[in-house]
């Protein structure tokens, strides 16, 4: 049972760890900063676990540890970048927690989709010529991937969410 | 060293857990084959069908495995499993839906360059930028965080305390 208190105690060490470097390190990937912080504090709990608790399961305290930090970044994906929360802030951002329907549609909705034209062109994927996009040779051989990993697994190229109708 | 102990460690996961980290890593794997039966549709469907399967094999395995189940070993196969469906889904939800990458799918495809309003419709396949914040906005009202009342939309309680929480999130994590 020590075993899992120290998986824990990881975690814990983790997500300061994670918190503290995302803050101090801006400009860094956020993707980048999580899996050091993981390696770290899986490297510091392990060997706290090593040292004081004796006959120490390593599998126990890397599954908790695991849960733990994969929980974590499993919340953190989904507040950093998901349009559909962007839309739930804006609204609930809003004294009177409501906003006309044609803002959401016609304004926020656009500045999302160019934030993220944005982000492509300063990743290098995507260039812009004149008032027109491309993808760059990065950019396709990138695209290239996903659509065949979709192929793979049968995943509609959409990026829509298939709600019956 | 006082204080200390002899170091004694066990690199070795038990029956469960080793269950549960070849399941895992199968995880991938099934949903491979369920792609290939077109009864199953969409990528949701596809990845509870595929998390179910893995658990009830798991559950198998605890049953008819040789020797006496630890709880300490079932629990750790548990957890080591459940890290598999959330690191899985994390990427398959990238690929489903993620919309950034999308975007990129959709611009390569095209095969030429693109303005915003021919990428938002080729994303949207014939429709516009419209199109896809009603399919985001679905999300929301199938789940109850937002209801729409004649051309407004408002935030329900549980919306309200999704977005408070999503905000101390943002805090806590140090995106804010």
Same mark, same amino acid.
């Given at each position: 049972?020590?075993?899992? $208190? $120290?998986?824990?105690? #990881?975690?814990?060490?983790?997500?300061?760890?994670?918190?503290?470097? %995302?803050?101090?390190?801006? #400009?860094?990937?956020?993707?980048?900063?999580?899996?050091?912080?993981?390696?770290?504090?899986?490297?510091?709990?392990?060997?706290?676990?090593?040292?004081? $608790?004796? %006959?120490? %399961?390593?599998?126990?305290?890397?599954?908790?540890?695991?849960? #733990? $930090?994969?929980?974590?970044?499993?919340?953190?994906?989904?507040?950093?970048?998901?349009?559909?929360?962007?839309?739930?802030?804006?609204?609930?951002?809003?004294?009177?927690?409501?906003?006309?329907?044609?803002?959401?549609?016609?304004?926020?909705?656009?500045?999302?989709?160019?934030?993220?034209? %944005?982000?492509?062109?300063?990743?290098?994927?995507?260039?812009?010529? #004149?008032?027109?996009?491309?993808?760059?040779?990065?950019?396709?051989?990138?695209?290239?991937?996903?659509?065949?990993?979709?192929?793979?697994?049968?995943?509609?190229?959409?990026?829509?969410?298939?709600?019956?109708? | 060293? !006082? /204080?200390?102990?002899?170091?004694?460690?066990?690199?070795?996961?038990?029956?469960?857990?080793?269950?549960?980290?070849?399941?895992?890593?199968?995880?991938?794997?099934?949903?491979?084959?369920?792609?290939?039966?077109?009864?199953?549709?969409?990528? /949701?469907?596809?990845?509870?069908?595929?998390?179910?399967?893995?658990?009830?094999?798991?559950?198998?395995?605890?049953?008819?495995?040789?020797?006496?189940?630890?709880?300490?070993?079932?629990?750790? =196969?548990?957890?080591?499993?459940?890290?598999?469906?959330?690191? !899985?889904?994390?990427?398959?939800?990238?690929?489903?839906?993620?919309?950034?990458?999308?975007?990129?799918?959709?611009?390569?495809?095209? =095969?030429?360059?693109?303005?915003?309003?021919?990428?938002?419709?080729?994303?949207?396949?014939?429709?516009?930028?419209?199109?896809?914040?009603?399919?985001?906005?679905?999300?929301?009202? /199938?789940?109850?965080?937002?209801?729409?009342? /004649?051309?407004?939309?408002?935030?329900?309680?549980?919306?309200?305390?999704?977005?408070?929480?999503?905000?101390? !999130?943002?805090?806590?994590?140090?995106?804010?």
């Amino acid at each position: 049972m020590m075993s899992f $208190v $120290v998986g824990i105690a #990881g975690v814990a060490v983790f997500s300061v760890l994670a918190r503290v470097m %995302q803050s101090a390190a801006r #400009g860094t990937s956020p993707v980048a900063i999580l899996a050091i912080a993981a390696i770290l504090s899986h490297l510091a709990s392990v060997a706290l676990g090593i040292i004081y $608790v004796p %006959q120490f %399961q390593y599998w126990s305290a890397a599954s908790i540890f695991s849960f #733990g $930090v994969m929980s974590y970044v499993f919340v953190f994906g989904a507040v950093y970048k998901s349009v559909s929360l962007e839309v739930l802030l804006a609204v609930a951002g809003h004294p009177d927690r409501a906003v006309p329907l044609p803002y959401i549609v016609g304004h926020q909705v656009p500045e999302i989709f160019r934030g993220r034209i %944005q982000i492509l062109i300063e990743s290098g994927l995507v260039e812009q010529i #004149g008032s027109t996009f491309a993808a760059t040779a990065a950019g396709e051989r990138l695209a290239a991937r996903i659509a065949r990993l979709r192929r793979m697994f049968a995943i509609g190229d959409s990026g829509l969410y298939d709600f019956p109708d | 060293m !006082v /204080g200390l102990v002899t170091p004694a460690m066990n690199f070795l996961p038990g029956p469960a857990q080793t269950a549960a980290i070849c399941l895992g890593i199968a995880l991938p794997l099934l949903l491979l084959c369920y792609a290939r039966i077109p009864g199953i549709r969409g990528a /949701g469907s596809r990845f509870r069908i595929g998390c179910a399967t893995a658990a009830a094999l798991f559950a198998i395995a605890c049953a008819v495995l040789p020797g006496e189940r630890r709880i300490d070993d079932v629990a750790g =196969g548990i957890l080591l499993l459940a890290t598999a469906m959330l690191l !899985v889904y994390v990427f398959w939800g990238l690929l489903a839906w993620g919309f950034t990458l999308t975007l990129l799918t959709t611009l390569a495809q095209a =095969g030429r360059p693109l303005t915003e309003e021919q990428w938002a419709a080729a994303y949207t396949q014939g429709g516009d930028i419209g199109k896809f914040a009603r399919n985001r906005l679905k999300l929301l009202l /199938g789940s109850g965080m937002v209801a729409v009342t /004649g051309d407004t939309i408002a935030a329900t309680s549980s919306g309200m305390a999704i977005a408070r929480l999503a905000r101390l !999130v943002r805090l806590a994590t140090g995106l804010r």
